[in-house]
């Protein structure tokens, strides 16, 4: 396939039609198709809110209604399970013990000091004995 570099009319006014027999420059179209069975109707989102009743969305869609109702019934089953005490006492048996913290001073605690950090200091105070030295003068 060659693509028309001079669309004006220069040098090269040949073209050579695409495979396909479609032109590169054609509109192309979108749509939206639509999936069955897609959403729940508007009654079954209202009895999900507890706006409409259960007869309500059973007349309207059963298959939605039974599917929710399934999915509320593992919900609360899968709420009210609970760890096995074995299993517990495993888990808090692997957990280690923590030491309570004394309060330590600030001044005992260990420091760390950065290289710049310990630049500025420098500077600092050599900045500070020359202040001093010329007062002294």
């Given at each position: 396939?060659?693509?028309?570099?001079?669309?004006?009319?220069?040098?090269?006014?040949?073209?050579?039609?695409?495979?396909?027999?479609?032109?590169?420059?054609?509109?192309?179209?979108?749509?939206?198709?639509?999936?069955?069975?897609?959403?729940?109707?508007?009654?079954?989102?209202?009895?999900?809110?507890?706006?409409?009743?259960?007869?309500?969305?059973?007349?309207?869609?059963?298959?939605?209604?039974?599917?929710?109702?399934?999915?509320?019934?593992?919900?609360?089953?899968?709420?009210?399970?609970?760890?096995?005490?074995?299993?517990?006492?495993?888990?808090?048996?692997?957990?280690?013990?923590?030491?309570?913290?004394?309060?330590?001073?600030?001044?005992?605690?260990?420091?760390?000091?950065?290289?710049?950090?310990?630049?500025?200091?420098?500077?600092?105070?050599?900045?500070?004995?020359?202040?001093?030295g010329a007062l002294l003068r």
């Amino acid at each position: 396939m060659v693509d028309n570099m001079f669309p004006e009319g220069g040098a090269d006014e040949r073209r050579r039609p695409d495979a396909g027999g479609t032109s590169r420059n054609s509109p192309m179209s979108d749509r939206e198709v639509p999936l069955a069975g897609g959403r729940p109707v508007l009654v079954v989102q209202q009895w999900l809110d507890g706006e409409a009743t259960d007869i309500a969305a059973r007349r309207t869609s059963p298959k939605d209604v039974e599917l929710w109702e399934r999915i509320n019934a593992e919900t609360e089953r899968r709420r009210r399970m609970t760890t096995p005490a074995p299993l517990y006492d495993r888990i808090m048996a692997a957990i280690p013990e923590a030491a309570p913290a004394e309060p330590v001073s600030w001044w005992r605690r260990p420091m760390s000091v950065t290289g710049s950090a310990l630049v500025a200091a420098a500077v600092g105070l050599l900045a500070v004995g020359a202040i001093i030295g010329a007062l002294l003068r």
